[in-house]
């Protein structure tokens, strides 16, 4: 055959090898050296989504939830599945929204999404608008609920310990704690719920999808080899016991103050109260911010945690402190008496006493049962002048050692953010305040409680629990175990026992009785439950406030420590009532009645008129009221004043400067 | 003449089969990888490769009924086709669906395909006969005009239909011609030209300068010899080079500068998946914004996903570029995106081996006829593959710019897949009579 040897066959399959091979070294080029289109196709078309775990619950001491998740719904919409034939009369009717927001919605969608895709139409629907769309949901093709988690509060109460959870703003992104969170994240804000964080948050899970060019999530990517899963957030037990907490809330509702209940054994916190407290639901969901506003700006500062961040002079009660640092250092002895007829006279102005009658101070048994200002006053004068400290100064400082050591003028290291430390003045205070001209005399009112001593109630309650257990206590908190374990290391600081104070057992007894005789012969007979030993303080403090640079005397505020029972002591309390009266009108039912209802887990029908008249109380005054506009009023005043000075001092600048212009326009005009 | 004896089961061409046969699988396995998604059945008649399964088994059928036939009948009734394809195609002018602007394609119910596709067929056959006629002498100037007119004819008219890729695909007969005697110069010059052409638009102009003034020069050491000896060759390499100078550095800046319109260069370059150069952008003169055309838009997504299939690919399924329809025309034109991103470039190597084989086998088929008319038509079968091959895989890859054929047995699509079916099948046929004189 001739055309067996047509050359141009070959020339032919040359042609096609050659093409062939050019188009092949084209795409090894483009398939191994071009690591950018990896990037690229990445880039486009895998989609990183989130999936937040479910947070941490929190429960009480007996198991109770406080605080868990509940599922609130988000309207979707696909505007390109909803139908032309669509409803929207009755759609908005639903949804309870006139037609123009919902067209301006529908805009809104529109011009930020392509049609295909899912958006955002309504957040967080309340439960009204859920159940109503839900009946009618085949109605509206096109629309969709998406769950959403958010936390819901048992029963209102205990919102100043757990806390709440918002959206990390920019600021805080910045910070290292948040390193890791990204806008819109949610993260605690204050209580347990910031405190614990890390723990209640969980563990991010992060689902690498493929999506198409609509952008709609689609596969998992690889099969999903890749994916991290999301690890939930952990259970937090609390010490709190929910019952005693809604109890004390009850009982201090229409009265400003504060109530710290502590177990002497665990330094557990049964109970925390700052009244007024708020509901906790509020500071949830949508409407977050303007009930925020509106919670800060109520006058009696719902989320002020007075508990904590409040500093009190702790008037009477701190005697069982001075009486004991009194006894331990030897100063005075049990029998040490002391003659008052109604005002302490040794320093120059008479100290008032309440008590007139001879004998109430004859020793420190009957003085504190009576709590005598002018024994105190004199056992502390006695104790920081002994003879065994060369000056006052040391005296002074060995006495500051002795309320520090019990954990006052420093923070307890409670394991809710925010604590306040309060004050325990030492010699170098007392120096910098009278320029090193002070003696015993000039300091007196601290040995009642008085002057410079400043406490939070729940140092006031720790305190009591250092007496309790004669010379120990453990840092009061509130989580006894997460996620189930009580031995996470995150409690480990916990559960160390603070033996702090090296004094003898004997020594803790007398005072202990003391304040036994408080209860059943002393100020707060009142407090007396049958059946229960307690040793407890009453205080009256006396306070003044300033307003626009004015000292105005208030009425005092009423305060009360105990603890219960004596032998083995379960239960440490101590309760603020802000200018109240005294403390054994007020303060002192309202802890009796919580240690009843702790121990014995009722009231008895006894007690029923006092628990009353306790809940029905009314002791907010008006000029509380005052006060605040009048603070508020200053704070924008001052603020007014201080953007006018801006103001001027730009406008003096501008005026400046066109007055330079002016003459610079001038010169050139002359010179034409 | 033994082989006359065995029945024809035995005389057909069992590698091209095998090859048609693999390369169809592969296409619906393609097709199945771009749209299968992971919650979806297997079987789901309303996807493209269940539709893809059904016209491959069409064109088994169609193939079976060709098979079936007398050899004969081809060459016989060659012309009567080919006169029968221009009317449809005539037709189609006038009464084509429009089909993104081009109407090319004709309906007759529900069913719709494309004359323009089939149509090669026909003109294959022509070709093949008329150049098999005894009394057809190709050495004369006017026999050659009618073969060419034979195979332009067609083109003409779906250029008519707006459908301008398709008929380039009518060039490749002069490949053919090529083969059966037209001159050496004509396929050296056609190739410059379409190299000129693409270097011209690819290549930088001051790099292109370089190149081609140092291919001359090492031409002209080659040829050093001749070069000394008489002066014709030196003024002709001289002016092929003058030429493409010419051509590239004068002549193409001042059409693209001031005869070409904004929309034509973006055109131009939008094809070749390149952005306009910035000598030619008139957009940055008007100071309009610049936006990005879709072709220009197609072939990076190509690249993207081509490029990221890396060596060994992303594996079966894995595809996230093709499987989320970021390359438009997935499953038709840019088809090819699919072997590259999940089997990286071994796999495209591989597929590009499986077309060289079946063309060089088609090349050997031909080659061993002792008729003309099936030599010829070898011939025409193995170009038509080659020109859609290489165009449209240089178009995915951004060598070519993207004309919108397709890729043989691989792009979903029932004409074009029925169209090389029956191409293949008709060659078989033919081959499996090879011992036969057809006329």
């Given at each position: 055959?001739?055309?067996?040897?047509?050359?141009r066959?070959?020339?032919?399959?040359?042609?096609?090898i050659?093409v062939?091979s050019v188009i092949?070294?084209?795409?090894f080029f483009?398939?191994?050296f071009e690591?950018?289109?990896?990037v690229?196709?990445?880039d486009i078309?895998?989609y990183?989504?989130v999936v937040?775990p479910?947070?941490g619950a929190?429960l009480?001491r007996k198991g109770k939830?406080?605080l868990?998740?509940t599922?609130?719904y988000?309207?979707?919409v696909t505007?390109h599945?909803v139908p032309?034939t669509?409803?929207?009369?009755?759609?908005c009717?639903?949804l309870?929204i006139d037609?123009?927001?919902y067209?301006?919605?529908?805009e809104r969608?529109?011009t930020?999404?392509?049609d295909?895709r899912?958006?955002?139409?309504m957040?967080?629907?309340?439960q009204?608008q859920t159940?109503?769309f839900q009946?009618?949901?085949y109605?509206f093709?096109?629309?969709?609920l998406v769950?959403?988690n958010i936390?819901?509060?048992e029963n209102a109460?205990?919102?100043?310990v757990?806390g709440?959870i918002g959206?990390?703003?920019?600021?805080?992104?910045?910070?290292?704690r948040?390193a890791s969170y990204?806008q819109?994240?949610?993260t605690?804000?204050?209580g347990?719920?910031?405190?614990y964080?890390e723990?209640?948050?969980g563990q991010r899970?992060?689902h690498?999808?493929?999506r198409d060019k609509f952008?709609?999530?689609?596969?998992?990517?690889?099969?999903g080899?890749?994916d991290?899963?999301e690890?939930?957030?952990?259970?937090?037990?609390l010490?709190?016991d929910?019952?005693?907490?809604?109890?004390?809330?009850?009982l201090?509702q229409?009265?400003i103050?504060?109530v710290?209940a502590?177990?002497?054994?665990?330094?557990?916190?049964?109970?925390?109260?700052?009244?007024p407290?708020y509901?906790p639901?509020l500071?949830r969901?949508?409407?977050?911010?303007?009930?925020?506003a509106?919670l800060y700006?109520?006058?009696?500062?719902p989320l002020?945690?007075r508990a904590?961040?409040?500093?009190?002079q702790p008037?009477?009660?701190?005697?069982?402190?001075t009486g004991?640092?009194?006894?331990?250092?030897g100063?005075i002895?049990?029998?040490?008496?002391?003659?008052?007829y109604?005002?302490y006279?040794?320093?120059?102005?008479?100290i008032?006493?309440?008590?007139k009658d001879?004998?109430?101070?004859?020793?420190?048994?009957?003085?504190?049962?009576h709590s005598?200002n002018?024994?105190?006053?004199?056992?502390?004068r006695?104790?920081?002048?002994y003879?065994?400290?060369e000056?006052?100064?040391?005296?002074?400082q060995?006495?500051h050692?002795?309320?520090s050591a019990?954990?006052?003028g420093?923070q307890?290291?409670?394991?809710?953010?925010f604590?306040g430390?309060g004050r325990?003045p030492?010699?170098a205070y007392?120096d910098?305040?009278?320029?090193f001209n002070?003696n015993?005399c000039?300091v007196v009112?601290?040995?009642m409680?008085q002057g410079?001593?400043?406490v939070t109630?729940l140092?006031?309650?720790?305190?009591m629990?250092m007496?309790?257990n004669?010379?120990?206590y453990?840092?009061?908190?509130?989580v006894?175990?997460i996620?189930k374990n009580?031995d996470d290391?995150?409690?480990k600081?916990?559960?160390?026992k603070h033996?702090v104070?090296n004094?003898p057992d004997t020594?803790?007894s007398?005072v202990?009785?003391?304040?036994?005789d408080?209860?059943?012969s002393?100020?707060?007979?009142?407090?007396k439950v049958d059946?229960?030993?307690?040793?407890a303080?009453?205080?009256?403090?006396?306070?003044?406030?300033?307003?626009n640079?004015a000292v105005?005397?208030?009425?005092?505020?009423?305060?009360?420590v105990a603890?219960?029972?004596?032998?083995n002591?379960?239960?440490?309390?101590?309760v603020a009532?802000e200018?109240?009266g005294?403390?054994?009108?007020?303060a002192?039912p309202i802890?009796s009645l919580?240690?009843?209802?702790?121990?014995?887990d009722?009231?008895t029908v006894?007690?029923?008129?006092?628990?009353d008249k306790m809940?029905?109380?009314?002791?907010?005054?008006?000029y509380?009221?005052?006060?605040?506009s009048?603070s508020?009023?200053?704070?924008a005043e001052?603020?007014?004043a201080?953007?006018?000075?801006?103001?001027?001092?730009?406008?003096?600048?501008?005026?400046?400067?066109?007055v330079?212009?002016?003459r610079w326009l001038?010169?050139k005009?002359?010179?034409? | 003449?033994?082989s006359?004896?065995?029945?024809?089961?035995y005389?057909?061409?069992?590698?091209?089969?095998?090859?048609?046969?693999l390369l169809?699988i592969?296409?619906i396995?393609?097709?199945f990888s771009?749209?299968h998604?992971?919650?979806?059945?297997l079987i789901?008649m309303n996807?493209?490769?269940m539709k893809?399964l059904?016209?491959?088994?069409?064109?088994?059928?169609f193939?079976?009924?060709?098979?079936?036939?007398?050899?004969?009948f081809?060459?016989?009734?060659a012309?009567?086709?080919y006169?029968?394809?221009?009317?449809?195609?005539i037709?189609t002018?006038?009464?084509?669906v429009?089909?993104?602007?081009?109407?090319s394609?004709l309906?007759i119910?529900?069913?719709?395909?494309?004359?323009?596709?089939?149509a090669?067929i026909?003109?294959s056959?022509?070709i093949a006969k008329?150049l098999?006629?005894p009394?057809?002498?190709?050495?004369?100037l006017?026999h050659?005009?009618?073969a060419?007119?034979?195979a332009?004819?067609?083109?003409?008219l779906?250029?008519?239909?707006?459908e301008t890729g398709l008929?380039?695909?009518?060039l490749?007969f002069?490949l053919v011609?090529?083969?059966?005697g037209l001159p050496?110069?004509v396929?050296v010059i056609g190739?410059?030209?379409?190299?000129?052409v693409?270097a011209t638009l690819?290549?930088?102009r001051?790099?292109?300068f370089?190149?081609?003034?140092v291919?001359?020069?090492?031409v002209a050491?080659?040829?050093?010899?001749?070069l000394?000896r008489r002066?014709?060759p030196?003024?002709?390499?001289?002016s092929?080079?003058?030429?493409c100078i010419?051509f590239s550095?004068?002549a193409?800046?001042?059409?693209?500068?001031?005869?070409?319109?904004k929309?034509h260069?973006?055109r131009?370059?939008?094809?070749?998946?390149k952005?306009v150069?910035d000598?030619?952008?008139k957009?940055m003169?008007?100071?309009?914004e610049k936006?990005?055309?879709?072709s220009?838009?197609?072939v990076?997504?190509?690249k993207?996903?081509i490029g990221?299939g890396?060596f060994?690919?992303k594996g079966?399924l894995?595809?996230?570029?093709t499987?989320?329809?970021?390359v438009p025309e997935?499953?038709?034109d840019?088809?090819?995106?699919a072997i590259?991103?999940?089997f990286g470039?071994f796999g495209?190597?591989?597929l590009?081996i499986?077309?060289?084989?079946?063309?060089?086998?088609?090349i050997?088929?031909?080659?061993?006829?002792?008729s003309?008319?099936?030599?010829v038509?070898?011939?025409?079968?193995a170009c038509?593959?080659?020109f859609?091959f290489?165009?449209?895989i240089?178009?995915?890859?951004?060598?070519?710019?993207?004309?919108?054929?397709t890729?043989?047995?691989?792009?979903y699509?029932?004409?074009?897949l029925?169209s090389?079916?029956i191409?293949?099948?008709?060659?078989?046929?033919?081959d499996?009579?090879?011992q036969?004189?057809?006329r």
């Amino acid at each position: 055959m001739a055309a067996a040897q047509n050359p141009r066959q070959y020339i032919i399959s040359f042609i096609f090898i050659g093409v062939a091979s050019v188009i092949l070294l084209r795409l090894f080029f483009l398939q191994n050296f071009e690591s950018k289109y990896k990037v690229l196709a990445n880039d486009i078309a895998i989609y990183k989504k989130v999936v937040y775990p479910p947070r941490g619950a929190i429960l009480d001491r007996k198991g109770k939830v406080m605080l868990s998740n509940t599922t609130i719904y988000d309207l979707m919409v696909t505007p390109h599945n909803v139908p032309k034939t669509f409803d929207t009369t009755q759609f908005c009717e639903v949804l309870d929204i006139d037609r123009a927001t919902y067209l301006k919605i529908m805009e809104r969608v529109l011009t930020r999404n392509i049609d295909v895709r899912q958006s955002s139409f309504m957040e967080q629907l309340s439960q009204e608008q859920t159940a109503k769309f839900q009946e009618n949901a085949y109605m509206f093709a096109g629309y969709e609920l998406v769950e959403r988690n958010i936390r819901a509060y048992e029963n209102a109460s205990a919102g100043i310990v757990l806390g709440y959870i918002g959206e990390v703003s920019p600021e805080m992104l910045k910070r290292q704690r948040y390193a890791s969170y990204r806008q819109g994240d949610y993260t605690g804000f204050s209580g347990l719920e910031l405190e614990y964080e890390e723990v209640l948050r969980g563990q991010r899970g992060v689902h690498y999808l493929e999506r198409d060019k609509f952008n709609r999530p689609r596969d998992p990517y690889k099969g999903g080899i890749l994916d991290s899963q999301e690890v939930s957030g952990r259970q937090l037990d609390l010490y709190l016991d929910a019952d005693l907490q809604a109890y004390a809330e009850k009982l201090m509702q229409n009265k400003i103050g504060s109530v710290v209940a502590i177990d002497p054994q665990t330094g557990g916190i049964l109970t925390m109260v700052s009244s007024p407290t708020y509901d906790p639901n509020l500071l949830r969901g949508r409407d977050r911010a303007k009930n925020y506003a509106m919670l800060y700006r109520t006058a009696t500062r719902p989320l002020f945690n007075r508990a904590i961040q409040a500093t009190y002079q702790p008037g009477s009660t701190i005697k069982p402190m001075t009486g004991l640092i009194g006894l331990a250092t030897g100063a005075i002895n049990p029998h040490f008496g002391l003659a008052c007829y109604g005002s302490y006279n040794y320093c120059g102005r008479p100290i008032k006493c309440e008590h007139k009658d001879a004998g109430h101070a004859a020793n420190f048994r009957l003085a504190l049962a009576h709590s005598c200002n002018s024994y105190f006053c004199h056992i502390f004068r006695l104790t920081i002048d002994y003879s065994k400290f060369e000056s006052v100064k040391a005296g002074v400082q060995v006495w500051h050692d002795y309320l520090s050591a019990i954990g006052f003028g420093r923070q307890t290291g409670v394991d809710i953010p925010f604590e306040g430390s309060g004050r325990v003045p030492d010699s170098a205070y007392y120096d910098n305040r009278y320029h090193f001209n002070w003696n015993s005399c000039t300091v007196v009112f601290v040995g009642m409680g008085q002057g410079e001593l400043s406490v939070t109630p729940l140092q006031m309650a720790n305190g009591m629990c250092m007496i309790a257990n004669k010379g120990w206590y453990y840092t009061p908190h509130f989580v006894k175990a997460i996620g189930k374990n009580a031995d996470d290391s995150l409690l480990k600081k916990y559960q160390e026992k603070h033996t702090v104070l090296n004094i003898p057992d004997t020594t803790f007894s007398v005072v202990q009785q003391a304040m036994q005789d408080v209860v059943e012969s002393g100020t707060a007979i009142g407090a007396k439950v049958d059946g229960i030993t307690i040793c407890a303080k009453t205080g009256t403090a006396e306070n003044k406030a300033i307003v626009n640079g004015a000292v105005i005397k208030m009425e005092n505020h009423s305060m009360f420590v105990a603890f219960a029972p004596r032998d083995n002591p379960k239960i440490a309390i101590a309760v603020a009532i802000e200018n109240a009266g005294f403390g054994a009108t007020w303060a002192a039912p309202i802890a009796s009645l919580l240690i009843e209802r702790y121990l014995k887990d009722s009231v008895t029908v006894k007690r029923k008129p006092i628990e009353d008249k306790m809940m029905n109380a009314r002791l907010i005054n008006k000029y509380v009221y005052t006060i605040d506009s009048v603070s508020r009023l200053h704070d924008a005043e001052v603020y007014r004043a201080r953007m006018e000075r801006k103001r001027i001092a730009d406008s003096t600048r501008d005026a400046n400067a066109d007055v330079v212009l002016q003459r610079w326009l001038n010169k050139k005009l002359r010179k034409k | 003449m033994s082989s006359l004896r065995k029945s024809l089961f035995y005389r057909i061409d069992g590698v091209v089969l095998l090859l048609y046969t693999l390369l169809v699988i592969v296409g619906i396995l393609a097709v199945f990888s771009v749209e299968h998604r992971a919650s979806d059945a297997l079987i789901m008649m309303n996807k493209s490769y269940m539709k893809q399964l059904v016209w491959f088994g069409y064109s088994l059928l169609f193939g079976m009924v060709i098979l079936l036939t007398d050899s004969k009948f081809f060459s016989s009734f060659a012309f009567l086709t080919y006169t029968a394809g221009i009317a449809v195609l005539i037709i189609t002018i006038f009464a084509g669906v429009d089909v993104k602007g081009s109407r090319s394609w004709l309906g007759i119910g529900s069913f719709r395909f494309q004359p323009g596709e089939v149509a090669k067929i026909f003109t294959s056959l022509a070709i093949a006969k008329f150049l098999s006629l005894p009394e057809t002498n190709f050495k004369t100037l006017k026999h050659r005009f009618i073969a060419v007119g034979i195979a332009l004819t067609p083109a003409l008219l779906i250029i008519l239909q707006n459908e301008t890729g398709l008929a380039l695909v009518y060039l490749c007969f002069f490949l053919v011609m090529y083969r059966e005697g037209l001159p050496n110069t004509v396929l050296v010059i056609g190739f410059s030209v379409i190299a000129l052409v693409l270097a011209t638009l690819l290549i930088d102009r001051k790099v292109l300068f370089v190149v081609l003034t140092v291919g001359m020069g090492i031409v002209a050491v080659l040829m050093r010899n001749t070069l000394r000896r008489r002066w014709e060759p030196r003024v002709f390499l001289l002016s092929i080079w003058f030429v493409c100078i010419l051509f590239s550095q004068v002549a193409v800046p001042f059409v693209f500068k001031h005869v070409l319109k904004k929309h034509h260069i973006e055109r131009i370059y939008s094809m070749i998946g390149k952005e306009v150069p910035d000598e030619y952008d008139k957009t940055m003169v008007a100071g309009e914004e610049k936006k990005g055309n879709s072709s220009e838009y197609n072939v990076l997504q190509s690249k993207i996903a081509i490029g990221s299939g890396g060596f060994w690919g992303k594996g079966f399924l894995n595809g996230t570029s093709t499987k989320n329809q970021f390359v438009p025309e997935q499953n038709t034109d840019f088809i090819f995106c699919a072997i590259g991103e999940q089997f990286g470039f071994f796999g495209s190597a591989i597929l590009l081996i499986l077309y060289v084989s079946l063309m060089l086998r088609i090349i050997y088929i031909g080659e061993r006829q002792r008729s003309a008319f099936t030599r010829v038509y070898s011939y025409c079968v193995a170009c038509i593959l080659f020109f859609h091959f290489a165009v449209n895989i240089s178009m995915t890859v951004g060598l070519a710019p993207v004309i919108g054929i397709t890729l043989p047995f691989l792009s979903y699509g029932g004409s074009s897949l029925m169209s090389f079916s029956i191409l293949i099948f008709i060659l078989i046929r033919l081959d499996a009579d090879r011992q036969v004189l057809i006329r």
